[in-house]
């Protein structure tokens, strides 16, 4: 078992423990708001994460009991332009996100407003602590949400949900975020990483090679049309067919014992 350790970064720091990697936006200050050089430090964090064989899962959070991360720094808004937005480096930070190897899990420990809201939904999974708010109000600021939320939020939710949420720019609470599909688990704060935790620990204990497959495939098939959604399933089903990973989980299971997953 490898000893826990942290790594510091100027606005965050990464956190790792049986096998767990917990990312901790660090910014209470200003409510954790996703600056130029939190995007920067969090794609850092994420490449070392991607190294480490001692971390398999990902948890993000965000530091302080008010926010998981309040929108993007208002700050920096006023300096962007038109190569700003087409340069677009928080969509394509969080299509990193989206895309990782790893399973990730955001805990949204308060508010999730316009660039947090879109960095949860980035993650595989949402779990919401009760005093959880989620929104994306950019609207109100005569812009959209452009790190990818327009896209997320209607594939999560629906279309007619994800159009109310951005033109009126009102916020869910965890109660409705969790009847809109938007989080799966609710929990009181103080329960909120013990939770995610454990979430992280079950996945954790499935064959690793079929869980980045079946990311990958959930994903392929959201973007793509049915049939071609099962013809990817049906040849990462094949190809799983052929790991070592197959055969101890079948082995494993009727000799009543718990699996040695190799990745291979």
Not at 18 to 30: G, K
Not at 64 to 87: C, M, N, R, S, V
Not at 202 to 215: D, H, T
Request: proline letters at 3%; a negative charge; glycine letters at 10%.
């Amino acid at each position: 078992m490898n000893a826990p350790r942290t790594s510091g970064y100027d606005t965050l720091r990464v956190d790792v423990a049986e096998r767990v990697a917990v990312i901790t936006l660090d910014r209470p200050d200003v409510r954790n708001a996703i600056n130029a050089q939190l995007q920067s430090d969090l794609r850092a964090a994420l490449a070392e994460i991607r190294d480490d064989d001692a971390a398999g899962a990902v948890v993000i959070t965000g530091a302080g009991e008010k926010a998981f991360a309040a929108g993007a720094d208002i700050g920096q808004l006023q300096e962007y332009d038109l190569h700003t937005g087409l340069a677009s480096s928080m969509q394509r930070l969080y299509d990193e996100v989206e895309s990782f190897e790893k399973p990730t899990i955001a805990a949204v420990n308060g508010y999730a407003l316009g660039g947090g809201c879109e960095l949860a939904m980035a993650c595989d999974l949402r779990i919401a602590a009760s005093s959880a708010r989620f929104g994306l109000p950019e609207t109100n600021l005569s812009v959209l949400p452009g790190a990818g939320g327009t896209q997320r939020m209607s594939r999560l939710v629906g279309t007619g949900l994800a159009i109310d949420l951005i033109l009126t720019g009102r916020m869910l609470d965890a109660g409705e975020a969790l009847a809109a599909g938007l989080v799966t688990r609710v929990c009181e704060p103080d329960q909120l990483l013990d939770r995610a935790r454990e979430v992280a620990a079950a996945i954790l204990a499935k064959g690793p090679l079929a869980v980045r497959l079946a990311k990958l495939v959930i994903r392929t098939g959201m973007d793509t049309d049915r049939r071609t959604g099962l013809v990817v399933e049906q040849l990462a089903q094949s190809l799983l067919y052929t790991t070592d990973d197959k055969r101890e989980g079948a082995e494993s299971f009727l000799a009543k014992r718990s699996p040695a997953w190799s990745g291979r």
